[in-house]
């Protein structure tokens, strides 16, 4: 599996990009190609896709973008192809906004994104990615991920992780989230 992938973009397509890396040309699908400037050194946040019939690498500016694609594709009915057009048309914050207000209207507007599948999103996602991406800038995501799989809700963690030393180790973040949390 790949975290990132930093090197040359070489080639723009209608939705992919060819990245260049120590010789090795990588072919990664992204939701706006034209917003990899060319022949420029870029870091590509990456999701390896291993199927059956398929290996195919789909890229992200951000890593709020890949963590928001990544929570997608866990819903039911939504895969990679489904998912990727979304960040064309629509940000992270206008994504996770429509899911936590119940906005079917902004999300029917996604290519292949019917009422049901809206649904489903909204059903399977409400309240879980409020206030992720401010996590994820702070640089305390894995922090986060750590306490979510605890049992924690992303609300009551939100709250306690400003307190938390950012200079300390991850291992000892979690221990002082952990205190305030049970305070």
Do not use: C, H, W
């Not at 694609?69 to 866990?74: A, G, Q, W």
């Not at 609300?155 to 949390?181: G, H, M, N």
């Amino acid at each position: 599996m790949f975290s990132f992938i930093k090197g040359y973009v070489r080639e723009t397509e209608k939705n992919y990009i060819t990245l260049e890396n120590n010789g090795i040309g990588y072919q990664i699908f992204v939701a706006n190609p034209f917003s990899f400037p060319m022949d420029e050194e870029k870091k590509v946040f990456i999701y390896t896709y291993i199927k059956e019939d398929e290996f195919s690498l789909y890229g992200f500016n951000t890593l709020e973008e890949k963590e928001l694609f990544l929570r997608l594709i866990s819903v039911k009915g939504v895969g990679p192809k489904l998912a990727l057009p979304m960040f064309a048309l629509g940000s992270v914050s206008g994504i996770i906004d429509a899911i936590d207000r119940e906005n079917i209207l902004y999300l029917t507007k996604f290519p292949k994104v019917g009422e049901k599948v809206a649904r489903q999103i909204i059903l399977d996602l409400k309240g879980k990615l409020t206030g992720r991406t401010e996590v994820s800038t702070s640089g305390l995501e894995e922090v986060v991920e750590a306490l979510e799989s605890l049992g924690y809700k992303n609300s009551d963690i939100k709250k306690v992780l400003p307190k938390v030393d950012p200079s300390l180790k991850i291992e000892e973040q979690v221990k002082e989230a952990l205190k305030l949390l049970l305070k």
